[in-house]
């Protein structure tokens, strides 16, 4: 009896414990990078806006959450979010077993495919691995595109930038022979004037082992009740109707994926 009184006592400490450390999550830090239209980018007057910035604020609209936005380079996303410089990391990022090494994404909250873009007078014809054999192709560093160019382009030459934004000036001077990214941060730059130099040659079947699941809100793997926030609001927004007021004002197809 005594045994019992003593762990039911110890119990309740260890929950009350618990609780009394569970995060607040009424402020939230989101971290992104600001160089990759129509996602996110900075307007010429400084501020942040795209698809997941509007997203991320009706995400937080929908938690009754205050949101800081920080904009941070591709490269240290990742290793900034472990380091607690922030909470969450909505910069266009792949869920994939690598990443997930590392930390935790909540659901998907756009999922679409990988697009071809190349000069308007390009000898290259189809977006296929053989169409594309012997040409020089680009992508962003750290991004799956960059995976898939390397290991599914694999008759093709790869070179890797920084940024979009680099990889589009070599396209447009001429340095490289085509560029791999998501259809609709190519087509964004293609219907500007910055794109008229090019085109848009197709669309490749996504690979899940190194596409993944699409998009996600990342974490830090001990922070799976954010990720699950995120995830939760996502739904709320897509039965709403929020999510596709969003959509529509930057797409004409349902970005979020099958």
């Known amino acids: ?77 990742i290793p900034g979010l472990i380091a607690g410089k922030y909470d969450s990391i909505m910069a266009s990022m792949s869920i994939t077993p690598e990443r997930k090494q590392r930390i935790q994404f909540s659901e998907k909250y756009y999922n679409t495919p990988p697009g071809i873009a190349v000069p308007k007078d390009s000898p290259i014809t189809e977006a296929t691995i053989d169409g594309m054999k012997g040409y020089l192709v680009g992508a962003q560093v750290g991004a799956t595109h960059a995976v898939f160019a390397e290991e599914i382009l694999s008759k093709s030459e790869v070179s890797l930038y920084p940024t979009a934004d680099e990889y589009k000036l070599d396209l447009e001077s001429g340095r490289l022979d085509a560029a791999v990214d998501d259809v609709v941060v190519l087509t964004d730059w293609l219907n500007s004037d910055e794109g008229a130099c090019c085109k848009l040659l197709g669309t490749m079947t996504p690979v899940p082992e190194i ?3 699409g998009a996600g809100v990342g974490v830090r793997k001990s922070d799976q009740d954010l990720a699950d926030l995120f995830s939760k ?7 709403n109707g929020k999510y596709k007021e969003i959509n529509d004002k930057y797409f004409e197809f349902d970005a979020y994926g099958e």
């Open 1 to 77: 009896m005594g045994f019992m009184r003593f762990a039911t006592v110890a119990t309740l400490a260890l929950l009350a414990s618990t609780q009394s450390q569970a995060k607040d999550w009424s402020k939230i830090r989101i971290a992104t990078e600001a160089s990759y239209p129509p996602f996110a980018y900075t307007t010429a007057d400084g501020k942040l806006a795209g698809f997941e910035i509007e997203l991320g604020n009706a995400i937080c609209e929908e938690l009754k959450a205050e949101c800081e936005w920080m904009p941070v380079d591709w490269d240290g996303l």
């Open 211 to 213: 596409h993944g699941e």
């Open 233 to 239: 609001a996502v739904i709320a927004l897509r039965t």
